[in-house]
């Protein structure tokens, strides 16, 4: 049952997913690989194009998935089961608690969460990285090969993105990234 | 706020163009929620939006989920947080199940194929660059930096080795961890306030702080 599974894994990624979109990626490609509904490429395709789109994170890349899998139910399926969590959980505090992030239960689970799931953000966006240099990472019986570029162009939005900070005192959205590096990857891929 | 039907209908407009207007997630969206439903619309004040802020970092899900439900439901109760929340969600999911139906038709040219190499790399970038601008929040103690440390080294592990182990568990523990060593901690502030008679000011309204919200936080 195709529609079921897409709203409970969905459910547990919106259930589990503290400190923003980006904390959401390791459990996505975990639960997305694992059930084969994805391949590692095509995820991070998706996840290119859901941070160029308007709107959460969350939601996009769940659309994207369910669409993927069940079509347009599928696509409800997987948004309801992404967005449900954070309704219920909303709900109960708006209706019942005051003053509920000065809790100091609530700011001392929290306060372990953090370092947890920044390790994760920061593992994750490291592995990407990885991954994208090293063809059949993680497969340590093929062949490897390298893709230098892909290493550039992670160094290129790095220097651009500090470069941009120190000059303007804001920092550079992620669209432009997106933007940036897509027009890196044309010029690179394409024409060198 | 008055439950009629023009009410719930302005409501889910504020949030659908709050949804529709807000690229990158998360914390872009704050400034549009401020402008649009706490300048505007005066559904909220000031105050009570770094409050829903503060609700939406402690709780799971997407910021911009969060605030939607939660001033819903302050202004207009379940059913206006359902429509804050249909609201907020409903231009993502339809510009994305545009996108999809037409995406993997689109990877076949060569040249989009090479820009979304490019955009690989940069979503490397965008989610090293969160994880930095994380770590700035992480407080520096020797258990924070531990906890970070096990994590970081666990994840990259997993990856490296294909080791079957959901990184859903990692955050569990953490939670778990963190509400133990705040129990902990409470039980001894506890005890010395029974051996030192002579409380403090401060030292006795934590005492009554916690107290009240034994209940907030067991029920969590």
């Not at chain 1, 990624?13 to 390791?26: E, K, R, S």
């Amino acid at each position: 049952m195709i529609y079921l599974n897409l709203f409970w894994t969905f459910f547990k990624i919106g259930l589990f997913t503290f400190g923003g979109g980006y904390a959401m990626i390791p459990l996505i490609e975990q639960e997305v690989i694992s059930q084969n509904w994805l391949t590692y490429d095509a995820l991070y395709n998706y996840i290119g194009i859901s941070e160029a789109t308007p709107g959460p994170f969350a939601v996009n890349i769940a659309t994207f998935v369910g669409t993927s899998q069940g079509g347009f139910w599928g696509a409800i399926c997987a948004t309801a089961g992404v967005v449900l969590p954070s309704f219920i959980i909303i709900l109960i505090i708006a209706a019942l608690f005051k003053k509920f992030s000065q809790n100091r239960y609530v700011k001392g689970t929290l306060s372990a969460i953090t370092p947890i799931v920044c390790g994760l953000i920061l593992a994750t966006g490291l592995l990407v990285a990885a991954k994208n240099l090293i063809t059949n990472f993680g497969f340590w019986d093929k062949a490897l090969a390298f893709d230098f570029w892909s290493l550039a162009i992670v160094i290129f939005v790095f220097v651009i993105y500090f470069i941009y900070k120190k000059a303007t005192k804001k920092t550079l959205s992620p669209i432009l990234i997106i933007l940036l590096s897509g027009t890196m990857g044309i010029l690179v891929y394409s024409f060198i | 706020m008055e439950k009629n039907f023009k009410n719930f209908l302005t409501l889910f407009w504020t949030w659908f163009k709050i949804g529709l207007f807000t690229f990158g997630g998360g914390y872009a969206m704050i400034a549009l929620i401020e402008t649009e439903v706490s300048e505007k619309r005066k559904w909220v004040t000031d105050a009570e939006l770094t409050e829903i802020i503060a609700v939406s970092e402690a709780t799971p899900g997407p910021i911009a989920i969060n605030s939607a439900t939660y001033i819903g439901y302050k202004t207009m109760g379940f059913w206006g947080s359902l429509f804050a929340t249909i609201g907020v969600v409903l231009p993502s999911f339809i510009v994305i199940f545009l996108i999809s139906l037409f995406f993997n038709d689109l990877l076949q040219i060569e040249i989009i194929a090479n820009a979304f190499k490019g955009i690989k790399a940069g979503v490397a970038a965008l989610i090293i660059l969160a994880g930095l601008k994380l770590f700035k929040s992480v407080k520096k103690i020797p258990l924070s930096i531990t906890l970070f440390c096990l994590s970081f080294l666990l994840t990259l592990s997993i990856s490296i080795f294909s080791i079957d182990f959901s990184t859903l568990y990692l955050i569990l523990i953490g939670g778990i961890i963190g509400l133990f060593v705040t129990l902990i901690s409470n039980v001894k502030n506890k005890k010395k306030n029974i051996i030192n008679d002579s409380q403090t000011e401060t030292k006795t309204e934590d005492t009554i702080f916690t107290d009240n919200t034994t209940d907030n936080g067991e029920s969590l």
